[in-house]
Nanobody, 116 residues
């Protein structure tokens, strides 16, 4: 139900913008949902990178603060993750997550590779 895109390979210091389209979630549920991006590096657990709560507040993993920004476009029902100043440690598969009042949605993941 979520289509993530925007991953790719970049050099350290570069930027990428991930998108997550929630076309199958009705708009009224989307606008009141919690949205988040997680990532999973090879051999590691899946960790929360950024979230935007239903109340509008945002939280970030310490390692990405000041570099990543989560945002949403309610009209397009899309969640974004702008990633700047990328580091090799940011290499991972990134997953979007949307939690509505009734369901927890996950995307398939998009690979981000940052080379030094």
């Amino acid at each position: 139900q979520l289509q993530a895109s925007g991953g790719g390979s970049v050099q350290a210091g570069g930027c990428l913008k991930l998108s997550c389209a929630a076309s199958r979630i009705i708009t009224s549920e989307f606008v009141s949902s919690r949205m988040a991006w997680y990532r999973q590096a090879p051999g590691k657990q899946r960790d929360l990178v950024a979230e935007r709560t239903s109340g509008g507040s945002t939280n970030y993993q310490d390692s990405v603060k000041g570099r990543f920004t989560i945002s949403r476009d309610n009209a397009k029902k899309t969640v974004y993750l702008q990633m700047n100043s990328l580091e090799p440690e940011d290499t991972a598969v990134y997953y979007c997550n949307v939690v509505t009042r009734t369901r927890d949605y996950w995307g398939r993941g998009t690979l981000v590779t940052v080379s030094s």
